[in-house]
Antibody
Framework: QVQLVESGGGVVQPGRSLRLSCAAS????????MHWVRQAPGKGLEWVAV????????YYADSVKGRFTISRDNSENTLYLEMNSLRAEDTAVYYC???????????WGQGTLVTVSS | QSALTQPASVSGSPGQSITISCTGT?????????VSWYQQHPGKAPKLMIY???NRPSGVSNRFSGSKSGNTASLTISGLQAEDEADYYC??????????FGTGTKVTVL
């Protein structure tokens, strides 16, 4: 069955960096567009970034552009999110999710919590 | 990219029907048939309920249906049940090739 398992979350100081990973299984990873979506505590969903199936095309939310980098390794069936210059407002549960082409995320992982605090 | 607008809360009695609206612009909801709806219970990951405006994934109850008119998409839950109590979010593809979520709606079953 389709599985997306995020890891790499934790507590990090403002201004520091963190890399999240998302291990995919149960489907042909290289055929799907992949997303990162986050949810601050008690708040709604916020779309963060998307990467094409071949990894060449990437788009970001304005709130993270220039600080976050999405990437993927299709040989390892893994999605990444490199987060730099972290701010308190980046504190959230980060979900990875897959979709086809122009569609919105369909299948989601369980999320990993990132807390930015001194 | 501004969030799509949803009502903060909607409520109904068991067996009733409720409708949640999701209003965007012609650069997102109105411009594409790539609107999805999600159900999220507390502490859980979102679950896809509707995709491409009207389509239900396998396993989702036919009590859930979607539609769109202009820049507003809607999710209707018919025959409301206790387990439908959750937060619901819409999402759309945008003209910038990004995605945008709605502000979220808390559904309460009275």
């Amino acid at each position: 069955q389709v599985q997306l398992v995020e890891s790499g979350g934790g507590v990090v100081q403002p201004g520091r960096s963190l890399r999240l990973s998302c291990a995919a299984s149960g489907f042909t990873f290289s055929s799907y567009v992949m997303h990162w979506v986050r949810q601050a505590p008690g708040k709604g969903l916020e779309w963060v970034a998307v990467i094409s199936d071949d990894g060449y095309t990437k788009y970001y939310a304005d709130s993270v552009k220039g600080r976050f980098t999405i990437s993927r390794d299709n040989s390892e069936n893994t999605l990444y999110l490199e987060m730099n210059s972290l701010r308190a407002e980046d504190t959230a549960v980060y979900y990875c999710a897959r979709s086809l082409l122009l569609r919105c995320p369909e299948h989601w992982g369980q999320g990993t919590l990132v807390t930015v605090s001194s | 990219q501004s969030a799509l607008t949803q009502p903060a809360s909607v409520s109904g009695s068991p067996g009733q029907s409720i409708t949640i609206s999701c209003t965007g612009t012609n650069s997102d909801v109105g411009g594409y048939n790539y609107v999805s709806w999600y159900q999220q219970h507390p502490g859980k990951a979102p679950k896809l309920m509707i995709y491409d405006v009207t389509n239900r994934p396998s396993g989702v109850s036919n009590r859930f249906s979607g539609s769109k008119s202009g820049n507003t998409a809607s999710l209707t839950i018919s025959g409301l049940q206790a387990e439908d109590e959750a937060d619901y979010y819409c999402s759309s593809y945008t003209s910038s090739s990004t995605r945008v979520f709605g502000t979220g709606t808390k559904v309460t079953v009275l």
